[in-house]
């Protein structure tokens, strides 16, 4: 299983941070695991961002504010993540994983680093 | 939210040297607590998950331990490619929550 992020490196303050994970090796439909985006802050520990279900159904991290939201292409095989009002204490790499159901990241992306500056 | 606490931050050792890492839970969280390993500019690498069971192709001087708020994670004789950050995260509850890291390096 293979999972790769892409987007923007560079965003402005208070624009939107969009990624996308692209995932081989496993169908993105499967139903048997969830797929999440977890970030780390510079010199800093990893936050878990939210899960997309291949449903489409979602679950996000509360202390993000309503300010998350994901959405999924199973046919493309890709899954995408938005964060709206960004600040540049949302600079960080972001990372997609999937999850066997149990909250266990078994396969990670490479990484993407973004960073938050006009 | 559950809070993860580990301890030491950071760990001066040698080659040949017994590890051990601790993880602390804010509430009890069963064996729902998973180890991972991450080396400098690479996405973290799962070790443990459900407090001791072994990923596949993980070596077996790596353990875990541990039940409802107190873990650790043992390295019984460090080899060189074991330097790396390790980090806790429990998986009792969304949303999930790592330990800020325990770093290992070299005395």
């Known amino acids: 299983v293979q999972l790769q992020e892409s987007g923007p490196g560079l965003v402005k303050p208070s624009q939107t941070l969009s990624l996308t994970c692209t995932v081989s090796?496993?169908?993105?439909?499967?139903?048997?695991?969830?797929w999440n985006w977890i970030r780390q802050l510079p010199g800093k520990g990893l936050e878990w961002i939210g899960y997309i279900f291949h449903t489409g159904s979602s679950y996000y991290n509360p202390s993000l504010k309503g300010r998350v939201s994901m959405s999924i292409d199973t046919s493309k095989g890709e899954f995408s993540l938005r964060l709206t009002s960004v600040t540049a204490a949302d600079t960080a790499v972001y990372y997609c994983?999937?999850?066997?159901?149990?909250?266990?990241?078994?396969?990670w992306g490479l990484g993407a680093p973004v960073t938050v500056s006009s | 939210d559950i809070q993860m606490t580990q301890s030491p931050s950071s760990l001066s050792t040698s080659i040949g040297d017994r590890v051990t890492i601790t993880c602390r839970a804010s509430q009890s969280i069963n064996i729902n607590l998973n180890w991972y390993q991450q080396k400098p500019g690479k996405a973290p690498k799962l070790l443990i998950q459900?407090?001791?069971d072994l990923q596949a192709g993980v070596p077996s001087r790596f353990s875990g331990s541990g039940f409802g708020t107190d873990f650790t994670l043992s390295i019984s004789s460090l080899q060189p490619e074991d330097f790396a950050t390790y980090f806790c995260?429990?998986?009792?509850?969304?949303?999930?929550?790592f330990g800020q890291g325990t770093k290992l390096e070299m005395k």
């Open positions: 090796g496993d169908s993105i439909s499967s139903g048997d695991c969830y």
């Open positions: 995260q429990q998986s009792f509850s969304t949303a999930y929550t």
């Open positions: 459900a407090a001791s």
């Open positions: 994983a999937r999850d066997d159901l149990t909250g266990t990241f078994d396969y």
